[in-house]
């Protein structure tokens, strides 16, 4: 059962959705070579501390910290650590979220540690975030899930890859939706599934986490003994970009985008639906 938002509770979730915008542009400055992904986790936490919001990911099935922090090989749900510390070179893909009077946001993004990154590196944080966008703009009144799942894997498809070869969209992992839960039906596929037909129409008031997650090599991937962190199988270097997304009357709203994704999206000839918080 796929849950339905009125207008009152997407503004409840935009709330939410700039606090997690807030958290990506602390961390992201404190993404810096012989920082700890500790020391990230305490700055989220700062964050969310100044904003009366609670986190989402903390004691999440047992998860046992504020974000997750993914470095290099590690796909998704790296926990924080004092014994992790960036090395210029590095990619740091960042997951956190928040609650706001019961209301959830949900993003991720990656990150550059210090500098001298192999150009495949840049390439491919570029086509996982260009393919969210795309994904994004697919939320329109009258398409369905599908057709969202359908834009992200075309976009990566159609970008060479340097060196050759093709990039592994991961199979195991994907987007979903969110609300008073941070994982909610629909659970959104980066690539097309027959097997799982179309899934249900976009409507007003659907709200979707979408998140792309591309490696260099491999789709596949494995979970470490710690049972949360998740490496590609072939230990190739992976990116993960994610935004909550609300489709109103007027259009897509990003929640946790700070222009609610008014620029990306006219790039892709899509008027973002207006803030309700502006």
């Not at 935009?14 to 986790?41: K, N, S």
């Not at 910290?65 to 470095?71: E, G, L, N, W």
């Not at 956190?96 to 150009?119: E, N």
């Not at 260009?130 to 992200?152: C, F, P, T, Y």
Request: charged share 20%.
């Amino acid at each position: 059962m796929v849950q339905i938002k009125t207008p009152e509770q997407i503004a409840k979730m935009r709330e939410a959705g700039l606090v997690v915008a807030a958290i990506h542009a602390a961390t992201r400055e404190a993404a810096v070579p012989g920082a700890t992904t500790r020391d990230l986790d305490q700055v989220a936490r700062k964050v969310l501390a100044e904003h009366d919001a609670k986190p989402n990911f903390l004691g999440y099935g047992g998860f046992p910290a504020t974000i997750c922090t993914s470095v290099n090989e590690v796909v998704v749900h790296g926990i924080p650590s004092d014994e992790v510390v960036l090395k210029d070179g590095d990619i740091i893909s960042i997951d956190c979220g928040a609650i706001i009077d019961g209301w959830h946001g949900d993003a991720a993004y990656t990150a550059f540690v210090g500098s001298g990154h192999a150009p495949e590196l840049l390439e491919l944080s570029r086509v996982t975030e260009e393919s969210m966008w795309a994904g994004i703009a697919a939320m329109k009144q009258g398409n369905r899930l599908v057709d969202v799942s359908r834009a992200i894997e075309t976009y990566i498809r159609r970008q060479p890859k340097p060196g050759g070869g093709r990039y592994g969209i991961i199979e195991d992992y994907g987007g979903h939706g969110i609300g008073t839960e941070m994982h909610m039906d629909p659970h959104l596929l980066n690539y097309v599934d027959r097997r799982r037909g179309k899934g249900p129409k976009l409507v007003t008031g659907f709200c979707l986490a979408i998140e792309p997650m591309v490696s260099l090599g491999t789709p596949r991937t494995e979970v470490l003994s710690d049972d949360w962190t998740v490496i590609t199988t072939d230990g190739t270097w992976s990116s993960h970009w994610e935004h909550s997304v609300a489709l109103t009357d007027e259009g897509p709203l990003v929640l946790t985008a700070p222009d609610g994704g008014r620029a990306k999206l006219a790039e892709h000839g899509v008027t973002a639906a207006p803030d309700p918080l502006a």
